[in-house]
């Protein structure tokens, strides 16, 4: 997903009460990737197990294919956000697991996946154009071995590695709420699972 390609999508920053009051409190996951280009589809893989795992009533759950701006519509109104995604840094082996906590829209989220999200400047916008943007976003990815290959099925470090991320997502939010992190705002290594 390219943000800058083509022409500008038409942003949606207005909802109805009714659809705006149910989602206020509430928290979103949303899983991006490509199911069809092996790791890049991790983040869906993931939240399908999360929606197999945790109560209905914990948050509501997307599988998107977007990114950019076009996550406007998935994140307005929402308490808190969940995005899970594949992560594609060069600096860890395939398979280390990530989590990022980010309260500060002054800064700017780079994901160096296929989706190249600047999360943050897209939540500047949305508070600039009044939306009712989350007060708490947690990303949490794994790093990808391939993200190019059309391949229905992730590389095994990063089969390996799902498991793991589901698991530490419930904990976080079975616990008391999601993580504040020790440093907001920095991508924190939560797992390495080939050091198993």
């Not at 409190?25 to 197990?49: M, Y």
């Not at 780079?110 to 949305?126: C, E, G, K, N, Y």
């Not at 154009?129 to 099925?153: C, K, N, S």
Request: net charge negative; glycine share 10%.
């Amino acid at each position: 997903m390219d943000a800058g390609s083509g022409d500008s999508p038409e942003i949606s920053t207005t909802m109805s009460a009714p659809d705006l009051a149910a989602r206020i409190a509430q928290r979103t996951i949303i899983g991006l990737g490509n199911e069809f280009l092996s790791d890049d589809g991790l983040g869906i893989r993931v939240v399908r197990d999360l929606r197999k795992r945790l109560p209905a009533d914990t948050a509501t759950f997307e599988e998107l294919s977007i990114g950019g701006l076009e996550l406007l519509d998935h994140i307005t109104g929402y308490d808190e956000c969940v995005i899970v995604d594949a992560i594609a840094t060069g600096t860890h082996p395939p398979g280390t697991l990530y989590r990022r906590v980010q309260k500060d829209p002054e800064s700017t989220v780079p994901m160096r996946s296929s989706h190249q999200i600047d999360l943050m400047q897209v939540v500047r916008l949305a508070g600039l154009l009044g939306a009712a943007v989350p007060r708490r976003i947690v990303l949490y990815g794994i790093e990808a071995g391939d993200i190019t290959t059309f391949h229905e099925g992730c590389t095994t470090e990063v089969t390996r590695a799902v498991p793991y991320l589901v698991d530490a997502i419930c904990m976080d939010l079975q616990g008391p709420g999601l993580p504040s992190g020790d440093s907001p705002g920095t991508w924190q290594v939560i797992h390495h699972t080939l050091s198993d």
